[in-house]
T-cell receptor, first 116, second 109 residues
Framework: DAEITQSPRHKITETGRQVTLACHQT?????MFWYRQDLGHGLRLIHY???????NKGEVSDGYSVSRSNTEDLPLTLESAASSQTSVYFC???????????????FGAGSRLTVL | GQNIDQPTEMTATEGAIVQINCTYQ??????LFWYQQHAGEAPTFLSY??LDGLEEKGRFSSFLSRSKGYSYLLLKELQMKDSASYLC??????????WGAGTKLIIKP
């Protein structure tokens, strides 16, 4: 079965360290997204990609970067982790077909990141 | 600015009906989406509305009024497994999803 997997599921790191969260999907979806979810806030878009070598900034992209070298993977890197980046991070993908296709998202299980 | 409003928490009884409201103000509109998220899990897609009216999917229905910037999710014959957060999201003029903070639905026996 096709799936979207995130790793690690839990990560504790220190302020200033570089952290990379992995996202791998076997749906063969063109569109991939990274969101963060914090209490009291809706999901907030960090970065997204509509295909290989395409990356775009979302609403809260400062301090984060992504790269898309193949269809399956969109790793999220925190260049220098800050306590404000403590959050749950969700990767999602969509096939982008049809009127709503781009926004019918399949989510990974999430990565809980704590920055001390 | 862009804004999605939905109640923070609602409580309902098993077997009953509950309506979760969502109002929105966005720059453009390209569809309204409902997702379900159980505690500690990922969101999963429930339904979407593009045109005004009611879309029915089994026990769940979603309604949209674009002129009023308003939608609701109707859950019938509530089951304990329906205890979850329900996320409302609107696709704006760039087809980007703007998300509400979610409504936590508590089902009591």
């Amino acid at each position: 079965d096709a799936e979207i997997t995130q790793s690690p599921r839990h990560k504790i790191t220190e302020t200033g360290r570089q952290v990379t969260l992995a996202c791998h999907q076997t749906w063969n979806h063109n569109n991939m997204f990274w969101y963060r979810q914090d209490l009291g806030h809706g999901l907030r878009l960090i970065h997204y990609s509509y295909g290989v070598h395409d990356t775009n900034k979302g609403e809260v992209s400062d301090g984060y970067s992504v790269s898309r070298s193949n269809t399956e993977d969109l790793p999220l890197t925190l260049e220098s982790a800050a306590s404000s980046q403590t959050s749950v991070y969700f990767c999602a993908s969509s096939d982008g077909t049809g009127f709503a296709g781009a926004n019918v998202l399949t989510f990974g299980a999430g990565s809980r990141l704590t920055v001390l | 600015g862009q804004n999605i409003d939905q109640p923070t928490e609602m409580t309902a009884t098993e077997g009953a009906i509950v309506q979760i409201n969502c109002t929105y103000q966005t720059s453009g509109f390209n569809g309204l989406f409902w997702y379900q998220q159980h505690a500690g899990e990922a969101p999963t897609f429930l339904s979407y509305n593009v045109l005004d009216g009611l879309e029915e999917k089994g026990r769940f229905s979603s309604f949209l009024s674009r002129s009023k910037g308003y939608s609701y999710l109707l859950l019938k014959e509530l089951q304990m497994k329906d205890s979850a957060s329900y996320l409302c999201a609107v696709a704006d003029s760039n087809y980007q999803l703007i998300w509400g903070a979610g409504t936590k639905l508590i089902i009591k026996p």
